[in-house]
């Protein structure tokens, strides 16, 4: 995210002229509480005065060049310099042809001179190469003015001939008139900066005091007289910088506030997806109309044009913000981008466009915060399966949550089962049967009821469900989530997690809508299956001895039923683009998601479950590739169904035809990693950015990879020349649900 306003423009700085700035009546808006050090000019901010700094040297795009109108006050001042140094250069020697000046008086003029001529180009051309010396340029040019002020009063033939006891000529440069107009050019190149100024004026007067009074042969009276001067004017010019660098300041300070309305956040490119909702290019114009509002604003002068630009950016502002908090997504439109390609395009249209309306959400009160227990020691109870004699599978378990690559298959062969054993070690370990008062034997029968509620498919089942909360709550603990989450809250993501795929006949809802299925009538056609699983995930609750949520409160059940079917509901793909782009334009565009507040929570958790079930996508390679070979069965399961009925078959679900390599890799790039970016953008999570996305980043290069040149279905894994591993698509695959025989311990 870049910085929040964008650098003011130092043409701001000619607006503290007295005729510009009383006749734009700035002085009535002068803010007596801004926050500035009143003897040195300083804002207190280091940050606001390193910006106010930048604002006038560098340029406000790259802070890395010249500002423009630095660069034309450098051109005028170097020329003055070189022409003036030209001109006392050859004056010196003139003089000195005509004996009216001393050799070594020569001598002292031409080296002073040259030296503080290559130094000032030596300065100068660290400005274009050093950006430390432009950000101290200001610094770099105190010093060259200081230098060439000791040259001008030292270097002077009435002090010079009297330092060296030499004989005074009187024709020769007055040192008077060339302090003036060096003050006042340093005043132009310094943007009247009180402190820097200050100082030379106070060193000048100093130095042109003690050298003038203890050299010149002039007589006193005359000396006086030409030292009052002086002084008269560098306190004059001292008093003048003073109040031009408190107006530029008072200007900066007003602007920098005035332009937070105009705000625009920056998106990272990188997270810039080929398909976006109607509601990202509302937004996106919403942005544009306020970049030219900004632009306008930049220009114009006139107060009233001004407040009138001001007001219809913050209704833009509004009007932005009302669009991104309401519901409107039901239009998905594909960007041209020549990298995606046409079966992938097809393949989203058939499983990923099917967008409508979602309702409202209503506001929800947070509970107390749970605390995740970490001491394993404290809680005895936690490993409830001590009767089967196995220690790894406890310290397997103790990793929910916790170990990404966390692998349900090793709890599923020690035990049979998944989510029984899952949830009743969560469920110990957290205490939650004693804080919502379950009975131990009443969540053990709705645990075992959902577990047999997953048919036995072979990416559809109970392992995943499982391995699905392991995810959600990996992103929980890994992240500040579990700062906000209640315990109510975990055990509802706990229940969604473990039913959202309840029931599921390893067919689509495109299939089912096709194919006229009962489930189809039955929720008309609207998220089929989602809809199912979460009836199925209450009405097992309904069953004897089942109901997990018979203890809490009235309003607390209401609390956790809405909580787990929006994160149910939300794990309908058909939705994919209306919840991305809900979810991108809330956390990434406005960044004004707040977990404390209960609709925001729900989306949170939403956004959770869904990366969790495609949380495979970004495992390490073994289970990932293992995964994949399940969903691609699946696939094809249905894709053999279509082609008995004589029906098109879906994309990527004929096992004739379809490149797996090439299918994963479309469905990690243009499903997945966007999904991702922006989710692990939103938790800001070091653990869960490496663990996580790079892992997915490195799933894609291997499946594309793979589909180089690859046209064919069977093999998905291509083990190296010197490599013994290697298998091959098999009709029904051997670890399919239906083939799995629950060890004996």
């Not at 130095?207 to 004017?233: G, K, Q, R, T, W």
Request: glycine share 4%.
């Amino acid at each position: 995210m870049s910085s929040r306003s964008e650098p003011i423009s130092p043409s701001i700085f000619l607006h503290h002229r007295p005729s510009t700035y009383g006749l734009l009546g700035h002085e009535n808006h002068e803010n007596q509480s801004i926050p500035i050090n009143p003897n040195l000019l300083w804002f207190t901010s280091p940050y606001m005065e390193d910006k106010f700094i930048k604002s006038i040297y560098c340029d406000r795009k790259d802070h890395k060049t010249l500002s423009l109108e630095f660069r034309s006050t450098l051109l005028v001042f170097y020329l003055y310099l070189t022409l003036y140094i030209t001109i006392l250069i050859a004056f010196s020697i003139l003089l000195n042809a005509d004996n009216e000046m001393a050799d070594s008086n020569l001598r002292f003029q031409l080296i002073f001179l040259s030296a503080i001529l290559i130094i000032s180009y030596m300065i100068l051309y660290s400005f274009h190469k050093s950006t430390f010396c432009l950000y101290h340029c200001r610094f770099f040019l105190m010093l060259l003015g200081f230098l060439f002020l000791i040259y001008l009063i030292v270097g002077d033939e009435r002090v010079l001939s009297g330092m060296l006891s030499e004989d005074y000529h009187k024709s020769s440069i007055p040192s008077t008139l060339g302090v003036i107009c060096w003050i006042i050019m340093m005043r132009n190149i310094l943007f009247d900066s009180f402190y820097l100024v200050g100082i030379l004026c106070v060193s000048s007067i100093v130095l042109f005091l003690s050298f003038s009074l203890s050299y010149s042969p002039l007589n006193d009276y005359s000396i006086i007289a030409e030292c009052a001067i002086m002084v008269l004017f560098l306190g004059l010019q001292v008093i003048e910088a003073h109040k031009f660098d408190y107006r530029s300041r008072q200007l900066f300070y007003r602007a920098e506030r005035e332009r937070e309305n105009f705000y625009i956040p920056e998106v990272d490119v990188s997270m810039q997806d080929v398909i976006k909702s109607e509601i990202e290019h509302l937004v996106n114009s919403c942005d544009s109309i306020k970049n030219d509002i900004k632009y306008g604003y930049s220009v114009v002068m006139f107060k009233d044009v001004k407040n009138r630009l001001k007001n219809a950016s913050i209704e833009v502002e509004k009007v932005k913000r009302r669009i991104a908090h309401g519901h409107y997504y039901k239009e998905i439109r594909f960007q041209e981008a020549p990298d995606i390609d046409k079966e992938d395009i097809e393949f989203i249209n058939q499983n990923y466009m099917e967008v409508r309306q979602t309702q409202d959400a209503f506001e929800i009160m947070v509970p107390k915060k749970f605390t995740f227990t970490e001491d394993e020691t404290k809680n005895k109870k936690a490993f409830p399966f001590r009767n089967y004699g196995a220690s790894e599978l406890e310290s397997v378990l103790s990793t929910i949550g916790r170990n990404w690559n966390f692998d349900i298959w090793f709890i599923y062969n020690a035990t049979g089962s998944s989510i029984f054993v899952i949830a009743k070690y969560l469920l110990k370990k957290w205490n939650l049967n004693e804080t919502f008062n379950i009975p131990e034997s009443v969540s053990d029968l709705y645990f075992k009821t959902i577990e047999k509620g997953y048919n036995k498919n072979p990416y559809h089942n109970a392992c995943h469900a499982a391995d699905v909360l392991h995810c959600v709550l990996f992103f929980i603990q890994h992240s500040s989530l579990h700062v906000y989450l209640s315990a109510l809250d975990i055990l509802s993501s706990i229940i969604a997690s473990l039913g959202h795929d309840v029931g599921h006949p390893a067919l689509t809802n495109r299939y089912l809508i096709n194919n006229h299925d009962e489930l189809a009538y039955q929720y008309n056609d609207q998220s089929v299956l989602e809809n199912m699983h979460c009836s199925n995930t209450f009405t097992i609750m309904q069953k004897s001895g089942c109901n997990v949520l018979e203890g809490i409160t009235s309003s607390d059940w209401f609390k956790a039923r809405k909580l787990i079917i929006d994160m149910i509901l939300g794990t309908d793909m058909s939705k994919h683009f209306e919840l991305l782009g809900r979810f991108r334009t809330r956390a990434i565009n406005l960044s004004d998601l707040d977990i404390e507040k209960a609709d925001d929570k729900v989306m949170i958790l939403a956004m959770a479950l869904k990366c969790g079930d495609i949380g495979h996508s970004a495992k390490v390679k073994d289970l990932h590739e293992k995964w994949s070979q399940l969903v691609c069965e699946e696939f094809f399961n249905q894709g053999d169904l279509e082609k008995k009925n004589k029906q098109p078959v879906s994309m990527y679900c004929d096992r004739d035809t379809t490149n797996i390599p090439k299918s994963q890799a479309g469905f990690i790039k243009n499903i997945c990693l966007p999904l991702f970016e922006v989710w692990c953008s939103y938790l800001k999570s070091d653990v869960i950015n490496t663990l996580v996305l790079e892992q997915m980043k490195k799933n894609l290069a291997m499946w594309e990879h793979k589909s180089v040149g690859r046209r064919v279905t069977q093999k998905i894994y291509q083990s190296d020349e010197n490599s013994q591993e290697s298998f091959e698509w098999q009709r029904h695959i051997s670890i399919s649900y239906d083939q799995m025989n629950k060890p004996t311990l």
